[in-house]
């Protein structure tokens, strides 16, 4: 109560600057074709509630984990299927012309239910095999006598442009699970599941039929190898880091990215307040790294 009538003076007294800063960004959004609805504060909503989740969270009121689905479902707004899909070279697809016995094995070996079908070439994806459509077949068939094509189901084509939130939304409405996600061109770039997108808000889910890759491992000495491909958002949930996100998805491509270049393994790097190390590289892919903290690097020294 002591501070009331203070904070409310101050309140009174910044009101018209507030108001004019937010005239301004209204009438540049306005200017670009991204106007806000009448009477909405686009920076006060957002902000404020990112603001509140922070400030508990440094107290304590809030736990880390809670502060990373509270943010993580503020940030789906900011995301495309492109930052958190899989990407195309880890896709578990079949031939569709191979033999029905060897569908099945291949079909049984992978952790997951639903898998794309190409046909001549893997970018060229005809449908979707769904592992309960598969058993049914063999039920009704056997194991050398149903066709693929006939089970398969229409495979459900994305732009990578897709805000996430949005396609949270399609996958809802649709009441499917499942997304093959291509750029302008119509090249198939990675699929998108709705676990994927869950998994930005409540963090990595995991099943009895998970394969469990361990990309993240903590050194005694503080450091931490990390594989090429785990995803910033990932790597910063797992240590509790800041590494930025916004030019790159993976810790890779944030090296490459600020290293302007393709490193070579030993190479050493800093930068946002971390040191990098090249441990291996396959061709034009960084596979391992090494990175600290620099306060951690310097405790060490």
């Given amino acids: 109560m002591l501070v009331g009538r203070p904070v409310s003076l101050a309140v009174s007294a910044f009101a018209p600057?507030?108001?004019?800063?937010?005239?301004l960004v209204n009438g540049v959004l306005k200017l670009f074709g991204a106007g806000a609805p009448e009477g909405v504060d686009?920076?006060?909503?957002?902000?404020?509630?990112?603001?509140?989740?922070e400030?508990?969270?440094?107290?304590?009121?809030?736990?880390?984990?809670?502060?990373?689905?509270?943010?993580?479902?503020l940030d789906l707004s900011e995301l495309a299927v492109s930052d958190v899909m899989i990407h195309r070279k880890s896709i578990k697809m079949l031939d569709i012309d191979l033999p029905p016995r060897e569908i099945i094995a291949q079909a049984m070996a992978s952790a997951h239910t639903r898998l794309p079908l190409y046909q001549d070439e893997a970018e060229n994806i005809v449908g979707v095999?769904?592992?309960?459509?598969?058993?049914?077949?063999?039920?009704?068939?056997?194991?050398?006598?149903?066709?693929?094509?006939?089970?398969?189901?229409?495979a459900w084509f994305t732009p990578d442009t897709t805000m996430a939130e949005d396609q949270l939304a399609e996958f809802l409405r649709r009441r499917e699970h499942f997304?093959?996600?291509?750029?302008?061109?119509g090249a198939l770039m990675g699929l998108v599941t709705l676990e994927d997108i869950l998994e930005e808000i409540v963090g990595d889910i995991k099943d009895e039929h998970d394969i469990a890759v361990q990309g993240v491992r903590p050194q005694p000495d503080g450091s931490v190898n990390v594989d090429g491909v785990v995803p910033i958002r990932d790597l910063n949930r797992a240590m509790n880091w800041d590494l930025p996100d916004d030019e790159a998805v993976t810790i890779a491509g944030l090296v490459i990215h600020e290293a302007q270049?393709?490193?070579?393994?030993?190479?050493?790097?800093?930068?946002?307040?971390?040191?990098?190390q090249v441990l291996?590289?396959?061709r034009n892919q960084i596979t391992a790294l090494r990175i600290e903290r620099e306060e951690k690097a310097e405790e060490g020294d």
């Fill in 17 to 23: 600057i507030v108001k004019y800063v937010q005239m």
């Fill in 129 to 154: 095999l769904h592992a309960r459509d598969l058993l049914r077949a063999i039920a009704e068939h056997g194991r050398d006598h149903f066709s693929v094509r006939e089970i398969m189901r229409p």
């Fill in 280 to 282: 291996r590289r396959q």
């Fill in 55 to 73: 400030l508990h969270a440094e107290e304590g009121a809030v736990q880390t984990d809670v502060r990373h689905r509270l943010i993580g479902a």
């Fill in 42 to 53: 686009v920076l006060a909503a957002e902000a404020e509630i990112r603001g509140a989740v």
């Fill in 261 to 276: 270049a393709i490193p070579e393994p030993g190479q050493r790097f800093a930068f946002h307040g971390y040191r990098f």
């Fill in 179 to 185: 997304a093959l996600v291509v750029d302008e061109y």
